[in-house]
């Protein structure tokens, strides 16, 4: 309330007296010009935070393409170990193949040698028992 009659004072007394009107100008320039320099500031924080924020965006978006190179590098390195481990299995699969065909080869021919071998030994004894 005391500030609408002091309001209401000085608003009387800046039409009535033109000195106080020559001194109270400065005052509401002075006034004004602040507030038109806080919003400058303002928008100068503004501008300068977006930037910043634009920066900020770039290098993360370059550290993400980095980062999402690696990883494809790792799975293609992946893939590559996996596809090489698999060949190399089949490979010692197909030479193992090979050795079982060749052993059991081996063992035909063993067993036919064992058995002639028998034949002979039953000749023989039957031979040396006719004597």
Known sequence: MWAGVAAAVLTMAAAAVPKVRAI????????????????ARLRHLEAA??????QRTATLSIQLA???AQLESLAAARQADA???ERQR????????SEI???KDQL???RAEIAALRRELAQYRGE???R
Do not use: C, K, M, W
């Open 24 to 39: 109270l100008a400065p005052i509401l320039a002075f006034a004004s010009g602040r507030r038109v320099r806080r919003v």
């Open 90 to 97: 089949t490979e010692d699969r197909a030479r193992h193949q």
């Open 49 to 54: 935070y977006a930037l910043l924020n634009d």
């Open 66 to 68: 980095g980062v999402s």
């Open 83 to 85: 596809e090489r481990h």
């Open 101 to 103: 065909a060749e052993l």
């Open 128 to 130: 040396d028992g006719r």
């Open 108 to 110: 035909v021919e063993a």
